[in-house]
Structure formats: structure tokens, C-alpha cells
């Protein structure tokens, strides 16, 4: 019978990456001891009996512990050490050549990059895929094409059905690991079993801190749930409580309401048309912003502001936009990705995929042109930073979708707004014509959304203490929804003005509204519709 392994943290040995005077063995034992559930002995340059000698030692260590031992390409090796498993790349022995050579309980793990790879592997009965490489690495030469988490997640979709386990390889390090996990998640919840790490441990000089860093996030990614007693959180699909939309506008209020006490530091990368307007737009809301744009200053930003905007309309600055998005990753900082005409040019398709692949977004913003374009849909066209044509024929089911593919909550702008969470969707009809007629009214709610999302992060930070405070897609929902009906309501009440004449003089007077809105205006004066998809 075949052994049942827990993949979380699966260890690639390499010695070559190990510190000046550090043992193999001694750091092998050490990162067992900090929460390795799986070791795999990768030997590129070793002759057979140096591997054999390796493989022995590690072998004793492993089962000492009580971790399983793979041993990478050489199934010889495997089987005079009676090794648990073997890991075998595309060019190596086939799975069913392998299978009848080796005894029956053995572990088979296959190297997978493709689709195509996935579905292949699952019918020929291997027991756990490595998938990658998700990001480069200084550990082997990369041929095969970067996957990132998006990536990841539609390897992923190929093993949905199947027993196959699976492991994320390649770039994979203490501060990226919970991005990986998330990010890897198909929409209908097929999760990766765990990461395959090498030098982040066998480099480290202290492989058991290392690995005990990692091996804690993967514990937390599979046992985290929503807490439900959150103050602005709602576990439940709202459709099951009766009061739904009337809960919905006291909630986005209450938003709004930690908006103006915290009055978070809104970091603002965005286009230079709207920089200006969109800084107005913030002091108005009752937050700070701040738009800095220079790579050296991300580390230091990341760890005061309460959320971050990447908007790439006048596209640039892509180094301090990764910098940034890694940043607030790592500081528990929300992400509000506006992709502005990222369907107008193949540059702007690959930015956003290199964005997306780098960091978490917690929101992501765009018209129908621009979400199509992300999610590779040909039912919207885009022409620059507008949308052609009547639009998607089932808005709601695209954004649900798009939001589960994503992981994150997605706005789509238009006549009527739409925000989901990958679970519910909801319908937002405020708005005045006259922010169609001005330029940037889209990227200001862009800047509007981030900043109720920084409110929140704030609160929670506060609530919970910096270190511990957690955001859910639940807070950033009602974030989300808070933000859009802010500007959309101050539109109505900016329009009818009568010193209002046209789109000139809407603008400055939307800034007035949006300083005067409080949050029982935004209660009483929404208008939100909870649309059922099937």
C-alpha cells in the first residue's frame, strides 16, 4: 500500500547552494526539524556511487524523522536505497516503464508545464505533480516558459476530478509563498498540496528558521478560514439573509466611516492625465495620498501606507509598479489593479500578466474592453482605453467568473457597475452621464476603491494589531462597492448643480461633492441590486 504523504513542504536538495561551512547533512536535518514533510535528493553532477553514498546518508536522516525520501531521475538509486519515491522529468523514463520496474507502493512525481503535460500524467497514474516554473530561478537553467500563480491555477484545472497532489517549484521563497498558494487556485477550488522550495533553505544559514517560515505560511494557507465575526465581513452568501441590501449600504457606510477616522496613506502609481484629480479625489474622501514613483522608496512606503493603486494608462514605471505590488504583499496592504487599455497593445497585455503574476491583487478595476482583455475574452473589443460594442451578453456570470480565476474581487464600470467576489455579484445603477464626458472618471474610482480599501486595512490593523490584522475578499467586496457608489453618488449630486453647465465645470464640482459626501449619504442614496447567477 502506498504510503499517504503530506506535500506542504517539499525540500530539492542542492548542495552546491549551500553556505560557507555549512554541512549537507546538518542543514538536511535541520530543515526537517523546522517543518520539511518531503525531501527530494537531486544529484545533477554526481557519479553513481557518490549518489549512492548521498542518498544512503539522507535516507537514515529522513527516516529518523519520519519524512518520506524521493530521489530525483535515478531510479536505480531509488531502488538500492529503497527510496519512497522517484521524480522523473518529460525527457526522463516513461511513467509506465518506471511503474513496472519499481515496487508497487512507490511514489511516481512528474515535471509538468503544459496542459497538455497535466492530463497526460493524471492518465498515466502518476501520484503527485511538480508544476513550474512558476518564477525564474538561480537553481537550474529554465527552458520552459514562466507559469506564475495564474498559470499555476490552469494546471491546475487538469487535475480536477483526480487524486493527482501537486506541488508549486521554482522561485519559490518565504516571501512569496502565500502569493503562490493563493494565487494558484482554480475557480472551482482546486488547491496546490504545497511548495517545492530549494534555495531558500539549502542556502540559508539557518535552514530550520527558513523552512519553519515557509512551512507556517503553507499551515496557515490551508487552514485559514474567514473569521465571521469580523466587524465589516459576511461568510454567508448575502442572497440567504432577507435584509441583504439594506445590510449591504450599512456595511459600505460603515466603510466609508473608517475611511475618515484612520485616514489612511493611499499610494497612488497612476497615469499622469489623472494624477492631479485623482490626489484631489483622495483629500476629498478624507485619506492622504501619496504618488511616488521611484523604485528605492517602495520598501519604506509598504510598511506606513494602508493600501496601494496600480494604474498603467500612461504605462511606465513597471519596475516600481513590481516593487510596489511585492511590497504591499508583504505588509498586508491592499492592491487595487486598474489595467487602463490594457487590451490596446501586446506590451500592455504582457505588463499586466507580469503584474498579476508577481503580485496578489485584491481588487482588480476595468471597463468591459479591459476585463475581456484580461481574462482573453473576444465577446468585448477594446479601441485604447475604451470598450466597443454593446457589452458582455451576461455581465455578472463574466465578473464572478473572472473574480474566482483572479482570486480577487473585480469592478466592472460601465452605465450600470458591477462587483463581485467570486460568489456574489451585485449591481450598482448610480452615476450621472456626465462623468462618461470627463477624462479619468474611471481611474477616480479606480482611486476611490483603493482608498476605502486602505479604510478597511487600516481598521483591521488597528482592530487586530499591524502584524496580524487580515483582509478577506469579503472586506475588500464591501470596499469595493463602498468605493464606486462614492463617486457615482457624489456624480448625481455634482450634476444637478447650478453652477454645473457641462462636463468643464462637473469636474471640480464632483471634488466638492466628494468632500462633502458623509456615510448616511451613501446609505440612503445607494442604489444596489444583488443579481442571482446560475
Known amino acids: 500500500m502506498k504510503p499517504t504523504l503530506d506535500y506542504s513542504l517539499y525540500l530539492v536538495t542542492g548542495r552546491d547552494l549551500l553556505p560557507p561551512g555549512k554541512d549537507y547533512f546538518e542543514s538536511l536535518e535541520e530543515s526537517i526539524l523546522g517543518g520539511v514533510t518531503v525531501v527530494q535528493i537531486r544529484e545533477k553532477s554526481a557519479d553513481t556511487g557518490e549518489f549512492l553514498t548521498i542518498a544512503r546518508q539522507s535516507k537514515a536522516i529522513c527516516q529518523k524523522h519520519g519524512v518520506p525520501i524521493i530521489i530525483n531521475d535515478r531510479i536505480d538509486i531509488a531502488l538500492a536505497i529503497g527510496a519512497d ?78 487524486d493527482v497532489k501537486s506541488v508549486a517549484i521554482a522561485g519559490i521563497k518565504s516571501t512569496n509563498t502565500l502569493h503562490c498558494l493563493h494565487g494558484s487556485v482554480t475557480k472551482n ?54 435584509h441583504t441590501v439594506d445590510m449591504l449600504k450599512e456595511l459600505a457606510g460603515s466603510v466609508f466611516e473608517s475611511v475618515q477616522i484612520f485616514s489612511p496613506l493611499v499610494h497612488q502609481i497612476t497615469n499622469t492625465v489623472v494624477t492631479n484629480q485623482s490626489a484631489n479625489a483622495t483629500i476629498a474622501l478624507g485619506a492622504s495620498p501619496i504618488m511616488a514613483t521611484s523604485t528605492e522608496e517602495m520598501e519604506d512606503l509598504g510598511k506606513v501606507i494602508g493600501g496601494l493603486l496600480v494604474n498603467f494608462g500612461t504605462i511606465k514605471d513597471l519596475d516600481c509598479m513590481l516593487a510596489a505590488g511585492k511590497q504591499a504583499n508583504l505588509n498586508r496592504n491592499p492592491i487595487v489593479f486598474d489595467p487602463v487599455g490594457v487590451g490596446a497593445t501586446a506590451y500592455r497585455r504582457a505588463a499586466a500578466d507580469e503584474l498579476l503574476s508577481t503580485w496578489q491583487a485584491s481588487v482588480i478595476k476595468g471597463n468591459a474592453g479591459e476585463l475581456a482583455a484580461l481574462a482573453n475574452s473576444t465577446e468585448v473589443k477594446s479601441r485604447g482605453v475604451d470598450s466597443v460594442g454593446a457589452g458582455f451578453s451576461d455581465p455578472a456570470r463574466f465578473i464572478r467568473d473572472l473574480a474566482r480565476a483572479e482570486r480577487c474581487v473585480i469592478v466592472l464600470t460601465g452605465k450600470i457597475d458591477y462587483v463581485s467576489d467570486g460568489h456574489t455579484v451585485v449591481a ?107
Request: glycine share 12%; net charge neutral; charged share 20%.
Open 189 to 242: 477550488g482546486r488547491a496546490l498540496d504545497g511548495v517545492a522550495v530549494v534555495s531558500d533553505i539549502v542556502g540559508s544559514t539557518n535552514p530550520r528558521a527558513a523552512a519553519r517560515k515557509i512551512a507556517d505560511t503553507v499551515k496557515m494557507f490551508k487552514a485559514y478560514e474567514p473569521p465571521a465575526a469580523h466587524k465589516y465581513t459576511v461568510t454567508s452568501p448575502w442572497w440567504e439573509n432577507p
Open 428 to 534: 450598482l445603477s448610480n452615476g450621472h452621464p456626465y462623468l462618461a464626458g470627463i477624462t479619468g472618471s474611471g481611474c477616480m474610482v479606480g482611486t476611490s476603491v483603493a482608498t476605502f480599501c486602505a479604510g478597511v486595512s487600516m481598521s483591521a490593523k488597528s482592530n487586530s494589531g499591524a502584524e496580524n490584522g487580515r483582509l478577506t475578499r469579503g472586506d475588500m467586496f464591501l470596499a469595493a462597492i463602498g468605493g464606486v457608489l462614492a463617486v457615482t453618488i457624489a456624480s448625481e449630486f455634482a450634476g444637478v448643480r447650478a453652477d454645473v453647465k457641462g462636463t468643464g465645470t462637473f469636474l471640480p464640482a464632483l471634488i466638492d461633492e466628494l468632500g462633502k459626501l458623509a456615510p448616511e449619504t451613501l446609505r440612503d442614496h445607494a442604489k444596489i441590486e444583488i443579481v442571482h447567477v446560475s
Open 85 to 162: 519515491g522517484v521524480h522523473l522529468g518529460q525527457t526522463d523514463m516513461p511513467i509506465s516503464i518506471a511503474r513496472s520496474l519499481l515496487p508497487a507502493d512507490t511514489i511516481i512525481g512528474l515535471s509538468v508545464n503544459t496542459p497538455e503535460q497535466v492530463r497526460k500524467a493524471a492518465e498515466d497514474g502518476v501520484d503527485y505533480v511538480g508544476v513550474g516554473p512558476v518564477w525564474g530561478t538561480k537553481t537550474k537553467n529554465v527552458t520552459s516558459p514562466l507559469l506564475g500563480p495564474r498559470g499555476v491555477a490552469k494546471m491546475l484545472e487538469g487535475l480536477e476530478g483526480t
